[in-house]
Every structure is written in structure tokens, then in C-alpha cells.
């Protein structure tokens, strides 16, 4: 290092108290240059640590100790004891809950070890379109093993033994899958990858292909050589141009590697990989339709079974895996079961990648083992909700999931604690919302999202969902009854009980799971024809207050459906029937006389 | 039907994609992607020929167009203005941002403006959620577009 | 073939591996209600997307409610097809499909037969709690089928119809979401589509989306009109089962209440399409037997095999599928063209009246006879041989519609000379028909010997593709049959490569002949009826004195009066005519 | 291209390739040679990562700095994009967040050349599995 001997950051993330932080900052330069040291130590504002729990949050480097809640009078004994004598301030160093020891190196803070990526673990260290820097970081070392030492049964028993589930949002076993998939006699068999991620607001699949596609094609071979399939499939969406880019230069460059193609490794295995290109339908995530879909055909799905391992693509046995699925498959084999299904929970092992949106500060890709709470997600690495806000609720599964609020914060993420709570893993798209948005506009947008996406073949979904979403308009509207509310509730679990395929038989859950947690702003709805978030343009008022109104008519006169009366220099009253709701006199009234309730 | 006539050289192209893919009625999305690639959209003449080429029958392959809300037999605008309605996008105020696309060009939603210049769709999740709410104009990412940015983007193509 | 057994409304059930738990629940006479389900065994034709979810049934250890249609019996399943909530589900069900159908019970021609109507009456559904906009679609009146897709269910059994069994591939499910529903693409009109008009659509539409053009109130404007002669002749198949429509037992031949009935309401000449089918196997007969004895004289070119051409939905079929195949059909016309073209010429004439004053309407258990009779090469300076055709309903409805008590009628007779036919043509009717009368009397005149046997059970079944060898007294002759045009292609196919050593082949476009034609009453998926109705045609036959067509004395009169001989200069003026090549070219 | 024939190829060249990346990292001689890694994953380029990564090499190829700049997948931090990863000879790598063109002059000039920290910096709030460096 140059001129500065040291450097403390100081978290200067948007979240917990970010304006401490630049107190913090100014009382730091202050002391420095009171004591002359402003030329030797320099202060740096960083992003969050993801540490918001305990902020605001001080690094000192190059020895780097922690310290944790510090407030801006602390700055003066950091200053004086660490940077002038070098003793550490014992009083604000970070314990760690377990060990009940002052920690100061952030290394080994357990807090620090909140995401372990394994799915993620070259995205953003190699260049996905250079296979060297794949292979530098092991990259097909696992198929190699698997190929040349292994059985195939040996590898499906690895599998089974690390406990991997399905991460497109089923959570089926995936070493089952395999072994269903291996039994089948064919002369031809396929293994597909479902890259379809039609769930708004997810996007680790797109990241994975990416940021490191050899992790899927290698797997994809595992899978292959596991079930005897030699043909490999990757349906992707074709809203993602660069994933299809980055896909086809690293399956063009593993061909020429020799590690995709015929006699891979000198084995005698063949495995070869084509792209299919989706267009557009979110149903085509779900496996029969993806099938369809591949085969040219209108992307409907059929009743399963038989299910697409005992005949999927062409009728031949087919085992569709998500991307995020295929990514573990080469760390289970290299790393061993043990290892992975010593991470996450007791039925739901590994890690699971999020994707956080939403109102939340740190909008981001995380991967956290399984059993991580929906608390440190969005308040630590979140980093809080964004202005400061008040949390509501959080959206996982997209349209087949559902809404948990405040009271499911501490419970440890796995598939099985998501469904008991009335919501489901999904491919982890994870929406925060915050007071101001309004439960039944959300779940009115899921429906209407369904009812667009419905494939149409059967009259539940094809019907029904279009039903939801009218009664809930109704009641966005104002004009829901209680009745209404019934009616959604029935018709809701009938749907469920009776659809063909998956979207149909969870996209009422969005309705269910907001009808449960938020029963009372439903009524507020129906009842006494208010928003409380005050999101449903409809049941606001604009009223004019007489006291602040100076009658100068500009709001009379903007108004498109002349529902404001009242003479000049009088204040004015707005007709509530008449009124549209427009805001336009809202905008132009300069005395701030005109309000929302 | 055929009100339109198909440049020769177009079709001799549509035919050696179709050879491409050994005429094979499977490949028909595949097919149907690099037709809308080439002309731009699928009218019905398109559909006829890739009916003929693939041996499907022309009904088969409007119901696969019509299925698919990516193929479209409307001309898209030169500039195809596409507002990402995903749940993220939507939660941070995509809907403000559209609607102030639908003033600014007065057209509704799958509609090309009269001049062809610009046509806007809803689409479901780009997937980057970061930049929410997101727009996009042809191959062109916006992020963090607030409803005033819209005329400014507009201008962009004028 | 392993069994498996399980328990349904907790009754000991033993089935085959592979039955579906439907199928077993009618072996103990439980009748799962069900819209989009039907099979008719040996046509091979199987419709069971499971979209409708009416016939969902509870099954133990099941998450989800199962689809009966789909879900096929494991051993020791416990199924329950009427627990409260399989009720409740196919009753919210129910409502939400009627929800989004409209309500024009009382005014749609499929009243009486709807699936959907008789389902709605036995679950007693009197109010609809869901309910919200309704899907509406391009209307398309053809001249054969109207679409009113407005009642369209998305049940696919026209799309399975149209692409599986005929494999014409109009149809196809479009759209997606509650917009989707079944149509022809870019949701053209039919008659601008490759449609043969052989209603087999119509034949299994559970609900009134598919129906017939309604010809009757013509019918009644010519009877009505006292300057016109009316003339009605009817096919072979609607005697077969007109009597159906009245809840006579399916198989019984009315054909005698039939004319009694054609006679109440005022037809002027109750005629028979049978003696123009005598007339087809002269004139077919006649050119079979030419091609033959050309081909065995060793010319090359001749065009064999020789392909029948009765069924206009075949005729649609080939001209738009191979064009290039349209000189090798038969030139004769169909039975129900020559008799126009007979009764407005000859009969006209004796009648002295001009054939614009005669008006012939035929009664047809075909909806492409409609189609048929207004082509143009079938009308002589505008005035139609055959004026008006009408479907097996229709004749029905009008019957209702003069209130007559069909059962209550005694037989009568046709009157002569156009209502004498053989037993060579009642077979028509039927599947393996024509060309059983075409040998008969293509035997006779090649060998010059009598038959013996009349009755050639090889040529006689239900099975799609059927192919059997007469001895023509030493020389063999290769005949083939098909029924339902899927299998019509198969064997065009083969002429196509060479690979066909027939020498005449029988292709009707329905599944199991015109007794299967889209204007017969509905058999909602029941085939017996079929084979019933194909029983009662051939008992027709047995019954009758004269079982060859050449033996029919009004056709040699005919012959003797005003054709001359058959495939004669007259003859091919009145009963021959070409084809045309309709296939769609691509314009550059 | 290498054909790869067996596992032992596989292993071989993954020593080699493994020692050529810490070569570039240890390599000792005087102008050390600084890695870059741009996050270059669709939201990435759409918040302007593919011009500000033509940027640097310009910039650094203008002031000689021998350097190494190569396009990465995403790294998670959305909110920061674009974002870039500076390693330093001999150094832990840093991230930095919202890196426009002014910040990427500012990271030039003051932590590529003087190694004095920059506003902005990401801490990086995971470990990866098999990333020795963290451990």
C-alpha cells in the first residue's frame, strides 16, 4: 500500500441507520486530522455488509477487525485507542452468539458465513465463454470420475444420499428421479434441462446459464451416463438472448474439448447437447408442456402418468431437471453426499438460490443454505426495506405461491415449513412488499397473470381463474360483497382440487394465502369501501380541505368531469359519485388544499 | 387469403431454413423463430409455406402462433417498446410506467402507432429484477425508468 | 394379461391392466358423467384430453381429485365417484363451463342432444354463483356446417375427428387461456379451408357449437309453391336410422313409415335414391369391367386400380390431398347426382314439365351432400340437378314438426318408376356395399354366368382397411376397402408408390359408411349403434326379391327408353363428370 | 484445441491452467499485472457494464498498466450494477459497485496505481464452495 498505512470502512449501505454512518464518517476525518494522522489513515464509505442487524458496521484494514454497532461518539475511541495505540475496543467487538467469544476477524464471523454458494460458485469468477477457467476450477473433474470409475448406480446412490431435491419449485428427490428414469427400457432415452423460468421476478437460472453454463452441461452428461440416455436437451426461454449465446459458445467449445460428442473421456459414452427454444409461455415450465413444446407443438400438458420418465420426448423416457438442480449435480460428485446433506435442513438439504426484489434495499442474488430464516434474508442481507418503510409481506413461488408476513420471519426456509405456511419454495423468486402495497391488487395481479398464461385446456383453470380474477377486480373496485369473499374462498379450493396440471392447481394459492394473512384488509375492501394501503385508485377520495382552499377555481376548471363546485374565492367541494379519481386537480392545486383519504 | 405477396428471395430462404431442420414438423417453434427473424412477423402467407415445408397442416401451425404470445402476425413497430410486467417490475410501479407509454403514443397494448415507428407489449420478467422497474426498445435495456423518463426515451427514436 | 383389482363406491371391481377407472366403474353400472370423453372402438377414434374435469373422482392417498377418463385402475385403489366433494367439484365445475356458455337453450338446433343440456338437467345446476364475461368468436356459415363457436366446451373431439381419424387437419385448438377454442386457421370459413364437409365434427359435438345448415324451411317453400313438382329421393342409410329420432329401438328398418311420412307432408313423387345407386353399378360396373379387360389386354396406362366415387366428402378429400391422382376415380357421378340428373330429363319430360318447374330434394345421412349438390358442373344453366339436400334430422324435425306419430304410420310403397331399386343397392348404405353390388353385377356380365353366392361376407365388418379376392370365374380380382379417410390415405399412399395390386378399392369418408354420416341422428359415441344400423341394411337386402342391380326392370327400361347402353354417349353426358385439382399453390 | 482423451488429460490440463492463473497473480516481476473482472450478465450490460469495461481497457492500455480485464456472470449485487472485481498483485480481490465511467477513473487512478481505497466498495457478503481464496 502507498501513502495511507491503514484504512477504516464504514458501511454506508442504504439500509439500517444509513445517516449514522456519515456522521460517523465526518467525526472520523475530525479526529484524524485533530491528531495529525489524516495523511496516514483514510476513511472510505463502503456498500453494505449485509450485516444490518448489528450496524452500523466499521472495518479496520489491513488488520481487519469488525466493529459493530457503533455510533458516531464512538468514533473518537476508535480513533484514539485502535489507530494511535493500536489496542482493539474491546466494548465493540462483535460476539458471536455461539461461542460467546469477541470475534474481530471477519473471516470466521459466523454471521459471515450466512450464504455458502454452491450453485453460484463460479458466477462471477470465470469467464463463462472461456472453458479453461471452468476446467481451472475443477470443471468436468466429476464426469470424469464419474465416467471412468464410477456405475451409474453408484453415482444415482450418491445423489440420493446427499438428499437433493428439485429446485424449479416440486422439491422431488432428484436421485429418485434418476433411478425412475434408469429403470425404464428404451433404445432411446433424453435428458432435458427445464430452463424455461417463466416465475416474474426469478432470475438465478438465467444467471447460472450466464455466468457459468459448463456446470449444467457437465451435469447434464452425469445424468445422462446415470439414466443411459446419449441426448441432451436445454429448453430455454427466449426472452434470454445472452444465456442462449453464452449456452451455445460453451457447448461448441466442449465439443471441441472432446467433452461432449462420442467417446467422451475415451469411455465409449455418447452424449451430445441441442438448444430448444421456448416462446413465450409460462405453462411451458411445466414438464409435459416443456415436452410439447419441444415437439412443435401447442405447449398443453397432459395428465401425468405416465410421467415423462416413463415416456416424455417422442415417447422415449425423459428426465427434466432445473438448471439450478443440474448446478449442484458436479459438487455433490466431487464433494461428496455427506458434506451436502450436512447443510440445510433435516428433509431439505443443500442450499437454495434467491432471488430478492421487491421493495427491499439490497435487490439481489443470494444463495443460502436451507434453514436460513426469511428474517436474515431480507433484513441482513437485504439490507431492510427500501425508504424505510414497514415490512408487509414477502412473495415466494411467483403465481403459485403465497404471501408470509411478519409472523413467518423465523421460520427456517425448506420446502416443507414453506407449504405448512401456506405458500410454496417455487424457483425462489422472492418479492418484498412493504405498507404501501395493498394484498388484494397483489393477488388480482397473480390472477391476472394466470388467466393470461392459462393454456386454456381445461375449464378449471381456463374458467375459474378467469372468475378469481373478476371478483377480485369487483372488489378492487368497491363493489365486492361478502359473498364475493365466499365464493373466492370455494371456488379457489375447487380449482385447486380439480385442474389438470400444476399451474392450475397452485395458481389460487396467491388468493388463499392473502385471504388468510390479510383477512382484514379484504374486509376493508367490501365492508366500509377503503384501501388501506392505498393502492386501489377507486376507493380513494379527493377531498378538498376548506380551511387551506383559497377558491382560485384552477382545480374546478382542470377537472374532466366537473365533479368540483363552489364560487370564486369560496372554497370548492368535489362531488364524491361524480368523481374519477383522475388526480388531476390534485396535481394542480397549489395551496395543498386537495388530499387522499 | 393470400393478400400479400412473399419477396422470392425470402421464401428460397424460409425453404433452406425448413431443409435445415430436414422438413421435420418438431422443429416447427425453431422454424417459426428464424420466419419472424426474416420477415419481421408471421402473416398467413408465412404460416401457409411453413405448413407446406414442414407437412403439418396450416391449422396446426396458426394454432401453435396464436399459442405463443413471442409470434406475432402484426408488424411490430420499428422500434418494438417492450414494459417488463414481472412481479418486481410491477411492485416498484411498471404499471405508472405504461400507462404513461399509452398516452405518450396513444396506442394500447400489442398495437404498432400508425406510422409503424413504434409498438409497445407487455413482457413477463426479463429477469433483471435489479433494474426494476425495466424497459426495453428493441435489443436496448432501460432501467430504473420512472414515468418521466418515458418522453425522453421516446425521443430517443425519433 | 395381468388384472388388477380395486374398489369403486366400495364394490370389489376386477379389470384388465390398463382400464381406466371410467371404463371400470360402467362394468359395475356406474356411469361417471363425463363431456369431453368418448371412444368408438373399432374406428379408431379415442378422445380423452381430460380437459373438462366433469368425471374427476376421489381417490384414497391422492392429494388431487383424479380424472376417470385418464387415470387408469391400480390394484388396490379405493375410488369414490360421488363423495361430497367430487360433487361439490363437478357441480363447480359444471357451473364455471356453463358460466361462459350462452344461454340460447330454447332456440339451438342441438336442443334435445346436447351433452351438455342433459348433464346440466341431471345435476340439477339452477343457479350460477361464478359468473363474468363470456368468450365470443367469428361466426361461419358454410354450406354444409355452421360453426357457432360461441358454445364451444374445448372438449377436441372435432380436432381429434378432423386430424387423427379423417386426417383432413382443418381444425386445431387456438388461442390460449379462456379466448382458446377449436377452429380452422386464421379462422377462415370452412368452405375456404380444405374441408370435405364430412361432418364427422358435427357427428360428435357434445354441444350445439357444430350443426347442420337447416335446408327444411326450403323444402317447405317448394312444397308450398303450387307451380313446382316435388321430387324427394332417400338414401340407403337414413332408413336405417330415422327411426331413432322417434326412440324407436336403433337397427329397425322404416322404410315403408318413411315414405308414408315423405308422403304426409306433401312431397308430389316419393322416389328412391336406391334405383340411381342400380344405376351406379351399371354405369361403374360397366367401366370397371373396361379398364379391366384393357389392362389385361396389356395396356399400360390404363388407370387401375379403379376408385369408387359416390361419397362427395372423398371427393373433396382426393381434389384437395392428391390432385394428382383425379383421373384415376371413377367418372360415374354419385347415386344421388344421377337420379337429378335422371328426374329432370327423362322424368321431366314425362311429367311434360321444364326441369326449372321439377324440384328434387334428397334426404341424406350426409352433410357433404349439401356441398355436393350446389358445385356447379351439377346444374344445367343454373337450375341444380339435385335442388335441395337434407340431413336424416332434418327429415326427422319436419316429421315432429307436422306433428305425424312416425311409430303410428303404416308402410307404403315408392312410387314408380324412380322408387324401384334391388338389394345390390340398399347395401350402399354401408361400408363394403357398393363394391359387394358392383361384383355382383360386374360378375354376371364378365363371366356371363349366374352367381351363386350373393352374399360376399369377406367384403362385410367394421375394420377400417379391408381387402379381399373374387374369383371371377378364374380371374382374381383384388378388391380393397376403406372407411374413414385416414385409411383412405393410407391406401392413396400405396397406389402413389406403386405398392397397390388392387384392382378396385371402396372409399367412403365416414367411419363405417354412410350409416356413420354426419347427418344421422347423434350416437354420442355408442358404436353398436352403428353396427346395428349396418345389420338393418343388410337385412334390407336379404329381404328383397331383386338383389342385383342389372335384374332391376325400370333400369333396363330405362337403358331400353332413353340412355341406350351404359358408359354410352348419353350416359356420359348425364352421369359422368371430371374432377378438379384444388389444391391451395403459394403465391410468389 | 486440446482434445481431452482421458481423465488424466482432464487433470493435467486443469494443473496447468490452474498454475497459469496464480502465476498471473504472484507473478513477481516489476509491473505487476492487475486482474479485473467485469460482471457482464444481462442486467450488468443493461446498466452500461460493456461500455465501462471497453473504458478501463482503454484507459488502462492509455496509462500502460499491465493489466488483464475479462468478462464474468453476475455476481448478485443487482443493485450495485454495474459492478467490477479489482485484484491486485498479491492482494485479496475487492469489488466495487456502481462503476460508471467517473468511478472507474477514480478506482484507476487512486487503488490500481496508489492502492488507496474508493467510495463504493461491495463487501463481499458470501464464500463459494470451492474457492480456495476464501477459506
Known sequence: ?597 | ?158 | ?588 | MTKVKSLADLRKMKEELANKVQLREKSDHPDKIVQVKVSMATCGIASGAKEVMNHIIEELDRQAIDAVVTQTGCMGYCYAEPTIEVTLPSSNPVVFGYVDFKKANEIIAKYIIRGELVDGIIPVNYETVNDKKND
Not at chain 1, 370455494?490 to 399451474?503: A, E, F, H, P, R
Not at chain 2, 413504434?118 to 432501460?142: K, N, Q
Not at chain 3, 343454373?382 to 308402410?411: C, H, K, W, Y
Not at chain 3, 397406389?495 to 344421422?520: R, V
Open chain 3, 1 to 588: 394379461m395381468d388384472i388388477v383389482q380395486l374398489t369403486i363406491d366400495n364394490k370389489k371391481v376386477v379389470v384388465e391392466k390398463g382400464t381406466t377407472i371410467l371404463e371400470a366403474a360402467k362394468t359395475i353400472g356406474v356411469d361417471i358423467p363425463s363431456l369431453c370423453y368418448m371412444k368408438l372402438e373399432d374406428t379408431n377414434f379415442e378422445n380423452k384430453p381430460g380437459g373438462c374435469r366433469v368425471c374427476v373422482v376421489e381417490v384414497e392417498g391422492r392429494r388431487n381429485l383424479a380424472p376417470a377418463c385418464k387415470t387408469e385402475c391400480s390394484e388396490g385403489m379405493t375410488v369414490n365417484t360421488h363423495s361430497v366433494r367430487v360433487v361439490n367439484a363437478r357441480r363447480t365445475v359444471m357451473e364455471l363451463i356453463l358460466s361462459d356458455h350462452p344461454f340460447e337453450c330454447l332456440v339451438c338446433a342441438k336442443s334435445g342432444d346436447c351433452e351438455l343440456q342433459s348433464l346440466a338437467q341431471k345435476l340439477g345446476i339452477r343457479e350460477i354463483k361464478y359468473t363474468g364475461a363470456k368468450s365470443t368468436y367469428k361466426g361461419d356459415e358454410s354450406p354444409a356446417i355452421i360453426r357457432d363457436m360461441d358454445k364451444c366446451i374445448m372438449c377436441r373431439r372435432c380436432e381429434t375427428a378432423c386430424n387423427d381419424v379423417q386426417t383432413v387437419g382443418v381444425l386445431s385448438a387456438i388461442n390460449r387461456g379462456f379466448e382458446s377454442v377449436v377452429a380452422p386457421a386464421f379462422e377462415m370459413d370452412l368452405d375456404h379451408s380444405t374441408c370435405t364437409f364430412c361432418g364427422q365434427c358435427v357427428a360428435v359435438c357434445p354441444t350445439g357449437a357444430l350443426t347442420e345448415r337447416d335446408s327444411s324451411s326450403k323444402v317447405m317453400d317448394a312444397i308450398v309453391n303450387p307451380t313446382k313438382t316435388v321430387i324427394v329421393q332417400t338414401a340407403p342409410a337414413v332408413r336405417a336410422a330415422l327411426g331413432e329420432e322417434f326412440g324407436m329401438e336403433p337397427g329397425t328398418s322404416v322404410t315403408g313409415k318413411m315414405v308414408s311420412a315423405l308422403r304426409k307432408l306433401g312431397f308430389d313423387y316419393v322416389f328412391d335414391t336406391d334405383f340411381a345407386a342400380d344405376l351406379t353399378i351399371m354405369e361403374e360396373g360397366t367401366e370397371l369391367l373396361d379398364r379391366l379387360s384393357k389392362h389385361l389386354a396389356g395396356d399400360k396406362d390404363v388407370k387401375l386400380p379403379i376408385l369408387t366415387s359416390c361419397c362427395p366428402g372423398w371427393v373433396n378429400f382426393f381434389e384437395h390431398q392428391f390432385p394428382e391422382m383425379i383421373d384415376i376415380p371413377s367418372t360415374a357421378k354419385s347415386p344421388q347426382q344421377m337420379f337429378g340428373a335422371i328426374a329432370k330429363t327423362y322424368f321431366a319430360d314425362q311429367l311434360k314439365q321444364k326441369r326449372e318447374d321439377v324440384v328434387v330434394v334428397s334426404v341424406m345421412p350426409c352433410l357433404a351432400k349439401k356441398y355436393e349438390c350446389s358445385r356447379e358442373e351439377f346444374a344445367v344453366n343454373g337450375d341444380p340437378d339435385v335442388n335441395i339436400s337434407i340431413s336424416t334430422r332434418e327429415l326427422a324435425q319436419m316429421i315432429r314438426n307436422a306433428n305425424l306419430n312416425f311409430e303410428a304410420l303404416d308402410d307404403e310403397d315408392f312410387d314408380k318408376p324412380l322408387g324401384e331399386s334391388t338389394g345390390a343397392a340398399v347395401i350402399f348404405g354401408t361400408t363394403g356395399g357398393v363394391i359387394e353390388a358392383a361384383v355382383r353385377t360386374a360378375y354376371e356380365v364378365h363371366t356371363k354366368k349366374p352367381l351363386e353366392r350373393l352374399d360376399f361376407e369377406e367384403l362385410r365388418g367394421m375394420e377400417g382397411i379391408r381387402s379381399a379376392t373374387i374369383d371371377f370365374d378364374g380371374l382374381p380380382i383384388n378388391i380393397g376397402i376403406a372407411h374413414g379417410l385416414g385409411n383412405a390415405r393410407k391406401l392413396l399412399e400405396d397406389i402413389k408408390a406403386g405398392k397397390s395390386e388392387f384392382h378396385a378399392i371402396e372409399i367412403m369418408a365416414c367411419p363405417g359408411g354412410c350409416i356413420g354420416g354426419g347427418g344421422q341422428p347423434y350416437h354420442h359415441g355408442n358404436v353398436d349403434i352403428l353396427k346395428k344400423r349396418q345389420r338393418a341394411i343388410y337385412e334390407e337386402d336379404k329381404g328383397k326379391v331383386l338383389r342385383k342391380s342389372h335384374e332391376n326392370p325400370f333400369i333396363q327400361k330405362l337403358y331400353a327408353e332413353f340412355l341406350g347402353e351404359p358408359c354410352g354417349h348419353k350416359s356420359h353426358e348425364l352421369l359422368h363428370t371430371h374432377y378438379y385439382d384444388k389444391k391451395k399453390k403459394i403465391e410468389i
Open chain 1, 1 to 597: 500500500m502507498a501513502k495511507y498505512k491503514n484504512h477504516v470502512l464504514v458501511c454506508g449501505g442504504t439500509g439500517c441507520r444509513a445517516s449514522q454512518g456519515e456522521e460517523i464518517v465526518q467525526n472520523l476525518n475530525r479526529i484524524l486530522e485533530e491528531n495529525g494522522l489524516e495523511q496516514e489513515v483514510q476513511v472510505v464509505r463502503t456498500g453494505c455488509f449485509g450485516f444490518c442487524e448489528k450496524g452500523p458496521v466499521v472495518k479496520m484494514v489491513p488488520d481487519n477487525t469488525f466493529y459493530v454497532q457503533v455510533s458516531p461518539k464512538d468514533a473518537e475511541e476508535i480513533v484514539k485507542e485502535h489507530l494511535v495505540k493500536g489496542r482493539q475496543v474491546e466494548r465493540l467487538l462483535y460476539i458471536d452468539p455461539e461461542t460467546k467469544k469477541q470475534v474481530s476477524e471477519s473471516k470466521n464471523m459466523g454471521f459471515y458465513k450466512k450464504q455458502i454458494r454452491i450453485a453460484l460458485r463460479n458466477c462471477g469468477f470465470i469467464n463463462p465463454e472461456n472453458i479453461d477457467e471452468y476446467i481451472a476450477r475443477d470443471g468436468y473433474a466429476s464426469l470424469g470420475k464419474a465416467l471412468t470409475e464410477m456405475k451409474p448406480e453408484e453415482v444415482i446412490k450418491i445423489i440420493i444420499d446427499s438428499g437433493l431435491r428439485g429446485r424449479g419449485g416440486g422439491g422431488f428427490p432428484t436421485g429418485l428421479k434418476w433411478d425412475i428414469t434408469r429403470k425404464v427400457e428404451s433404445d432411446q432415452k433424453y435428458v432435458v434441462c427445464n430452463a424455461d423460468e417463466g416465475d416474474p421476478g426469478a432470475f438465478m437460472d438465467r444467471s447460472i446459464l450466464e455466468g457459468d453454463p459448463h456446470s449444467v452441461l457437465e451435469a447434464m452428461a452425469i445424468n445422462a451416463y446415470c439414466t443411459g440416455a446419449d441426448k441432451g436437451l436445454i429448453y430455454i426461454r427466449a426472452e434470454y438472448p445472452l444465456a442462449i449465446k453464452r449456452l451455445k459458445i460453451a457447448i461448441e467449445q466442449a465439443r471441441e474439448y472432446g467433452l461432449l460428442g462420442s467417446d467422451i473421456f475415451g469411455t465409449g459414452f455418447n452424449f451430445d447437447v441441442e438448444l430448444r427454444f421456448g416462446a413465450g409461455a409460462f405453462v411451458c415450465g411445466e414438464e409435459t408442456s416443456l415436452i410439447h413444446s419441444m415437439e412443435g407443438l401447442r405447449g398443453e400438458p397432459t395428465v401425468k402418468p405416465p410421467f415423462p420418465s416413463e415416456s416424455g420426448y417422442k415417447g422415449k423416457p425423459t428426465n427434466v431437471n432445473n438448471v439450478e438442480t443440474y448446478a449442484n449435480i458436479p459438487v455433490i460428485l466431487m464433494k461428496g453426499a455427506e458434506w451436502f446433506s450436512s447443510i440445510g435442513t433435516e428433509k431439505s438439504k443443500g442450499t437454495k438460490v434467491f432471488a430478492l426484489a421487491g421493495k427491499v434495499n439490497n435487490v439481489g442474488l443470494i444463495e443460502v443454505p436451507m434453514g436460513t430464516t426469511l428474517r436474515e434474508v431480507i433484513f441482513d442481507i437485504g439490507g431492510g426495506i427500501k425508504d424505510g418503510k414497514k415490512f408487509k409481506a414477502v412473495q415466494t413461488g411467483g403465481p403459485s405461491g403465497g404471501c408470509l408476513t411478519d409472523k413467518h420471519l423465523d421460520i427456517p426456509i425448506d420446502y416443507d415449513n414453506l407449504l405448512a405456511s401456506g405458500s410454496m419454495m417455487g424457483s425462489g423468486g422472492m418479492i418484498v412488499m412493504d405498507e404501501s402495497d395493498c394484498m388484494v391488487s397483489m393477488a388480482k395481479f397473480y390472477l391476472d397473470f394466470t388467466v393470461e398464461e392459462s393454456c386454456g385446456k381445461c375449464a378449471p383453470c381456463r374458467i375459474g381463474n378467469k372468475r378469481l380474477y373478476e371478483m377480485l377486480h369487483k372488489i378492487t373496485e368497491g363493489k365486492g360483497t361478502e359473498a364475493d369473499l365466499d365464493n373466492l374462498r370455494n371456488l379457489s379450493n375447487v380449482i385447486k382440487d380439480t385442474s389438470l396440471c400444476g399451474l392450475g392447481q397452485t395458481s389460487p394459492n396467491p388468493v388463499l394465502s392473502t385471504m388468510e394473512n390479510f383477512w382484514d384488509e379484504y374486509i376493508a375492501h367490501v365492508k366500509n369501501d377503503n384501501c388501506p394501503a392505498g393502492q386501489c385508485k377507486a376507493l380513494m377520495q379527493y377531498v378538498i380541505d376548506e380551511e387551506k382552499c383559497v377558491g382560485c377555481t384552477l382545480c374546478s376548471r382542470v377537472c374532466p368531469v366537473d365533479a368540483i363546485a363552489g364560487e370564486k374565492k369560496a372554497p370548492h367541494v368535489i362531488n364524491p359519485t361524480t368523481c374519477i379519481k383522475c388526480g388531476a386537480c390534485y396535481e394542480k392545486c397549489k395551496f395543498g388544499a386537495i388530499s387522499i383519504q
Open chain 2, 1 to 158: 387469403m393470400a393478400n400479400i405477396k412473399l419477396p422470392a428471395a425470402k421464401v428460397d430462404e424460409l425453404k433452406e431454413v425448413c431443409k435445415k431442420f430436414d422438413n421435420d414438423g418438431g422443429e416447427l417453434i425453431n422454424v417459426l423463430h428464424a420466419a419472424q427473424e426474416m420477415f419481421g412477423y408471421l402473416p398467413a402467407e408465412v404460416q401457409e409455406l411453413v405448413a407446406e415445408e414442414l407437412n403439418v397442416s396450416v391449422a396446426h401451425v396458426y394454432g401453435v402462433v396464436t399459442f405463443y404470445s413471442f409470434f406475432s402476425m402484426i408488424p411490430k413497430g420499428q422500434h418494438p417498446i417492450s414494459i417488463c410486467m414481472g412481479t418486481a417490475c410491477y411492485v416498484r410501479g411498471a404499471e405508472k410506467v405504461l400507462d404513461e407509454f399509452k398516452k405518450h403514443l396513444n396506442v394500447k397494448v400489442g398495437e404498432t402507432t400508425d406510422d409503424g415507428k413504434f409498438s409497445i407489449s407487455c413482457l413477463r420478467c426479463v429477469g433483471a429484477c435489479g433494474l426494476a422497474p425495466v424497459v426495453t426498445v428493441g435489443e436496448r435495456v432501460y432501467g430504473r425508468v420512472a414515468p418521466e423518463d418515458v418522453k425522453g426515451i421516446i425521443e430517443e427514436y425519433l
